[in-house]
């Protein structure tokens, strides 16, 4: 560390979003709306009402508790007037007004163009719905019955086809922060330019770990294994610390579940993450009850490729994922789903890095994971398919209910009965709705449910091989 680095020059001061900061990407301005029509998301047909999952009943009562979820206190900045390589960037939050996966967005929302192709059809969406009735002669209803059949077996080849995990989708901008979104803590408040290193600068790369929300609970969550992590660099010429993470614009509670807002028919989301970069390096932060360790040496000229990749990998995935879903907590078990967090940042950016050339050292390096565990899980729909004017009532209310009892603000008494509510859906009735892609998935929820580990992930090898593109 540098001299003034080692006096407390810290740029990311204690009580600051886990002393987490953030400031990469470039938010860019949508696309211009489309003519009014039906976007690809909204033209598939309704899932079948008889859904996984679905108890079914007491749909008055469950609509009229259904209450809205308070955003957070204080306002989160996002990337204000950050600069990465001399370009000006705007505010970085998350908006999930988009909806569907890269058509329209309903009336009035912005629209959301995205990177990758169209996802996985709706599950139960390829019944017969215009057969003939029974009355009409054989010939009549035949081609209909080979129509059903052969709808049924395409049902079949796309569930044969079906990719696992599910890949994360990545988008071609991000949109702009909606107002209701709210962080309690600033998100990146001390964001700053990534420099432009000298090529033949030598720059050292540090592993950042500390436990999560430190700066609010010491280190009650590192004893849990709940840890947050990040990469410090140091240049030998100027002598300069940097640290790059990448966390929640409105803190995780706002990533992990909806809002439920009386207004709206379908759960509200404030969930992005996004990169953070400023200057300095906490020293105390990380060393006390955590992690400041070298495990790489770079040249000026890695770095500047690597800053490039950043802003690339920053602007295209721009939301955070909570959960790692698969079938059990045995090695080599079916992965369902990946998580998107601040861990799969830091690996990210260090298999980059070995692609580059960095060698790095072999030392024994861990990762906080949060695990579901459940049976394959069944595709439900979009928000348009499920929660739209022509969206299945029965199970837009199931997830509704579902997610009612993490509702944010509770008190004592609520918090305790909500404990019970999440107890009774995901251990006795085996219940989980999540939310990937910006589509909804039914989970089939199998014990132990959900497990926190703390597991080894090697330091990558370097590669022979360069980034294409950069």
Aim: charged share 20%; net charge positive; with cysteine.
């Amino acid at each position: 560390m540098s001299q003034s680095e080692k006096k407390g020059s810290c740029l990311a001061c204690p009580g600051e979003l886990d002393r987490s900061a953030f400031r990469v990407a470039q938010v860019r301005k949508p696309p211009p709306r489309r003519a009014p029509g039906r976007s690809r998301a909204s033209a598939d047909p309704t899932p079948s009402a008889s859904f996984p999952g679905a108890r079914g009943g007491g749909g008055s009562r469950a609509d009229r508790a259904l209450s809205p979820g308070a955003p957070g206190r204080g306002r989160g900045r996002g990337w204000t007037a950050a600069r990465v390589s001399g370009s000006a960037h705007a505010p970085l939050a998350g908006s999930p007004r988009f909806r569907g996966w890269g058509g329209a967005a309903r009336s009035g929302s912005r629209h959301m163009a995205q990177a990758g192709g169209a996802g996985p059809g709706a599950w139960g969406r390829r019944g017969a719905g215009a057969g003939a009735g029974p009355e009409r002669a054989p010939w009549r209803w035949a081609p209909a019955l080979l129509w059903l059949a052969a709808a049924t077996a395409a049902v079949a080849s796309d569930a044969s086809r079906r990719q696992w995990p599910v890949p994360y989708k990545r988008f071609s901008f991000r949109p702009e922060p909606d107002p209701y979104c709210q962080a309690k803590y600033t998100f990146c408040p001390t964001g700053s330019p990534i420099p432009v290193m000298k090529d033949d600068d030598v720059i050292e790369v540090f592993r950042l770990q500390a436990p999560v929300w430190e700066f609010k609970y010491g280190d009650l969550l590192g004893h849990l294994k709940i840890m947050h992590d990040a990469i410090g660099f140091r240049s030998t010429l100027t002598e300069k610390n940097y640290t790059m993470e990448w966390y929640e614009l409105f803190q995780l509670g706002n990533c992990t579940f909806p809002h439920l807002r009386p207004e709206m028919n379908a759960p509200f989301w404030c969930n992005q993450g996004a990169a953070c970069f400023f200057e300095g390096i906490d020293d105390s932060h990380w060393k006390e009850n955590g992690t400041l360790v070298l495990v790489a040496t770079i040249s000026g000229d890695m770095f500047n490729k690597m800053a490039k990749w950043v802003k690339q990998d920053n602007e295209t995935g721009i939301y955070y994922e909570t959960w790692t879903v698969q079938a059990s907590p045995e090695k080599g078990a079916e992965k369902w789903f990946e998580s998107y967090d601040c861990s799969k940042f830091v690996l990210r950016t260090y298999e980059k890095l070995a692609e580059l050339g960095a060698d790095f050292k072999k030392i024994e390096t861990n990762y906080t994971r949060i695990f579901l565990y459940s049976g394959e899980p069944t595709y439900l729909g979009n928000e348009t398919s499920v929660f739209g004017p022509t969206g299945n009532k029965t199970l837009a209310l199931a997830i509704k209910r579902f997610y009612y009892p993490f509702k944010p603000h509770l008190s004592t008494k609520e918090f305790l009965l909500s404990l019970l509510q999440i107890f009774d859906a995901v251990v006795i009735h085996r219940e989980f709705y999540l939310f990937y892609n910006f589509e909804y998935w039914f989970l089939p929820m199998k014990s132990p449910f959900i497990k926190i580990t703390y597991e080894e992930i090697p330091l990558p090898n370097r590669k022979n091989r360069t980034l294409s593109g950069l």
